[in-house]
């Protein structure tokens, strides 16, 4: 049945139907059906005269276009309840049930206009109208074309170029979807399908060309030119401003391993060749820079030369005092997780919350913490009790952290804590007592708190907080957890040191050892007395990795140099000492020389296989040293693949940074496996950067090359 009518024949319909219902009807309706491809029709406005208040009939889809195929398109005519819905067609006036389909023929081209309306005792409503495009399957598909042309755009060296395409640069005949794609782009720009974006490293003009393609693959381009001047103006003199200490590490008494970047000023992007006088020879390596230093020498002068720039720069660095002041943290200051501490039920939808948040990034510096529309801010310190309703079970948590740009944020949901059975904190206990410790008047000592000492049911042992006290004079101790200095004298020894351990909590327990100081005695005569085995891992099954320390008698302050014959080469480190040996050597010979006048040495046997074999038990227990080893270095990707070892059981971070310090990526893994692999994210420009792997206890940086 075809449904489009003629105008004088619809007209005819409509009045007779209006006369028969005693309505006066006002009617538009399309001519015949039209070829849409040279004469497009659009929707017919349809009014009508209704006192009764009946809404039209609902038609679905109201507007649809279809290949002819000879398949009639069905019209679902909905609304009208109690009552009929009527349509016209060419054969005059049909009624169909609400929810009935009204079937419109396809195998004529042109456009069909589908009219109906709801009819209720006597009542007719106003009328509503569908329309079914019919297209010829023969019909080609037609291309996009250029609406409007793309402007040519300016910049300069060193800034960031951002440019969206506009949306009406385009447009296509059959109203299709288009992709949009780029050519000719400058290097390190990149194109996400409708902005340019990325940094202009040189001068010049390129021509950029667009391309939209529309579903059957047709495609037109624009084109635009880019016209990027010379970089900014150095208005500042090249200078040396200030100096990043990035760790400070105690080696002796007397002697500290420092790790340093200096701040420039009035960078040109020119080669700078950097040296501390007397100290260290110049280079063009980037920083960071380490250096072994005596206290007795607390300044050093910096110096550095950038090519092009007249004047050097000179820097006087008080680097001493720089140690003992607080090292600034390495990783970025955030909310990483919250210590739930007690859940009370207060009511059926009622709970007392008591939690306390762990932070990273901490720079000693005062910590504003708020909760959203539950806690205003506040720096006093955790833990923090909130009354809270079960139909909000996630809280907003924000701290504000003085000298820190920004704010860390951490959705905490209360509520699967409460009911995962957290159950309240408790207090931490005493796993593992100290063993009594000796140490010599004028000698270093240095003691760490094994991790062992202390258990929690809530808290890793890492995460707790020590403190120490009732140590001699000369001792201090230095967070995580190790004591260390000189002991000036015996007077009270033997001294119960007591080390307190504190959760996120605030709960507590302590433990105490004895500390023994004895003098160093100058009739005993200098020697090696034995060794102490700190660890012994299996390598293969010819090879093991040994750690120790041996043991002096006879030591009179001055510095020792030791060696393992044809294994280790002269040090003046203190020990421990670690050594890859194998299984056919079972013994190697000790040697040592302390300095004075005259030097005295001493030799010792070391069975080290044996000791191994008696010290199973400890296998495996101590910690390995952290390493990081680049798998392709130099390269020229973006990315670059790594593999840390000594990780195994401990938070990893994972951290690159570019030669001028700027923060490049950042990762996380909170339980590293023995060989933990990872693939970190280098800049798009060439040169050095530095990948920092930082664990509770360790931390190493390596430099990586981007060709």
């Known amino acids: 049945m075809r449904l489009y009518l003629p105008n004088q024949i619809c007209y005819i319909v409509m009045r007779c139907l209006s006369l028969l219902l005693g309505l006066t009807i006002a009617l538009q309706v399309s001519a015949a059906p039209v070829d849409v491809i040279t004469d497009p029709v659009t929707s017919p406005v349809v009014s009508a005269t209704n006192g009764c208040g009946l809404l039209p009939p609902v038609l679905t889809p109201s507007s649809q276009t279809v290949v002819n195929v000879g398949t009639p398109v069905g019209i679902t005519a909905t609304g009208c309840p109690g009552g009929i819905i009527q349509y016209f067609g060419s054969a005059g006036v049909y009624t169909v049930a609400p929810g009935g389909t009204i079937s419109v023929p396809t195998s004529t081209t042109g456009v069909m206009i589908v009219s109906a309306l709801c009819s209720f005792s006597g009542c007719t409503s106003d009328v509503a109208v569908a329309t079914v495009t019919v297209v010829p399957s023969n019909v080609p598909s037609l291309a996009p074309v250029v609406a409007n042309a793309i402007p040519n755009q300016n910049a300069s060296v060193g800034s960031t170029f951002v440019y969206q ?327 009270g020894s033997p001294f119960t040191v007591t080390v307190k351990a504190t959760d996120p909590g605030s709960l507590s327990v302590a433990t105490t050892f004895l500390l023994t100081v004895k003098q160093a005695s100058a009739t005993v005569p200098f020697s090696i007395t034995g060794v102490t085995t700190v660890s012994c891992m299996t390598v293969t099954a010819t090879q093991r990795a040994l750690t120790y320390t041996p043991q002096y008698v006879g030591v009179n302050g001055q510095t020792i140099t030791f060696a393992a014959v044809n294994e280790s080469m002269p040090t003046t480190s203190p020990g421990p000492y670690t050594l890859n040996l194998y299984t056919d050597n079972p013994t190697i010979t000790l040697q040592a020389i302390q300095a004075g006048s005259p030097p005295t040495s001493s030799s010792f046997q070391y069975n080290w296989l044996a000791a191994c074999g008696l010290n199973s038990a400890r296998v495996g227990v101590a910690e390995k040293e952290l390493s990081i080893s680049i798998l392709g270095n130099p390269t020229s990707s973006e990315t670059v693949d790594v593999e840390i070892r000594g990780a195994a059981g401990q938070t990893l971070q994972l951290r690159t940074i570019d030669s001028k310090g700027q923060n490049i990526s950042e990762s996380s893994i909170q339980q590293a496996g023995g060989v933990e692999r990872a693939t970190v994210r280098l800049g798009r420009t060439t040169g050095f950067y530095f990948l920092q792997a930082t664990t509770p206890t360790q931390r190493q940086v390596v430099k990586i090359l981007k060709q």
């Open 165 to 491: 395409i506009p949306v009406n640069t385009f447009s296509d005949p059959k109203n299709d979807q288009l992709t949009l794609t780029a050519s000719g782009l400058p290097a390190n720009l990149f194109f996400n399908g409708s902005v340019i974006i990325g940094p202009l490293e040189s001068a010049g003009s390129s021509l950029i060309t667009i391309t939209a393609t529309n579903s059957k693959g047709l495609a037109t381009s624009a084109s635009f030119s880019l016209n990027v001047s010379g970089g900014p103006v150095v208005t500042e003199p090249f200078a040396i401003t200030g100096v990043t200490t990035v760790s400070c590490a105690t080696l002796t008494a007397g002697e500290r391993r420092l790790t340093f970047s200096p701040n420039y000023t009035g960078l040109t992007g020119q080669p700078v060749t950097f040296a501390v006088v007397n100290e260290f020879s110049p280079t063009t390596n980037p920083a960071p820079y380490t250096l072994n230093l005596y206290i007795d020498n607390p300044v050093v002068s910096l110096q550095a030369v950038q090519a092009g720039t007249a004047n050097p720069a000179t820097f006087t660095y008080n680097w001493l005092a720089a140690c003992n002041a607080p090292i600034p943290p390495t990783t970025p200051f955030a909310i990483t997780a919250v210590t739930t501490v007690s859940c009370t039920t207060l009511a059926a939808g009622q709970r007392q919350v008591t939690f306390s948040p762990n932070y990273s990034g901490k720079n000693g510096q005062p910590i504003s913490f708020s909760v959203f529309n539950e806690l205003s801010a506040t720096t006093a310190p955790g833990p923090y009790t909130l009354n809270l309703y079960t139909d909000n079970p996630v809280i907003n948590l924000q701290a504000v952290q003085v000298g820190t740009v920004g704010a860390a944020s951490f959705q905490y949901n209360w509520l699967a804590a409460c009911g995962g059975g957290t159950g309240p904190n408790t207090a931490p206990t005493v796993a593992t007592p100290i063993p009594s410790q000796t140490a010599t008047v004028g000698q270093y000592f240095a003691y760490t708190i094994p991790s062992a000492t202390f258990a929690d049911a809530q808290t890793a042992s890492n995460q707790l907080t020590l403190a120490v006290s009732g140590l001699p004079a000369g001792l201090t101790f230095t967070a995580p957890a190790t004591i260390s200095g000189t002991v000036s004298t015996t007077t």
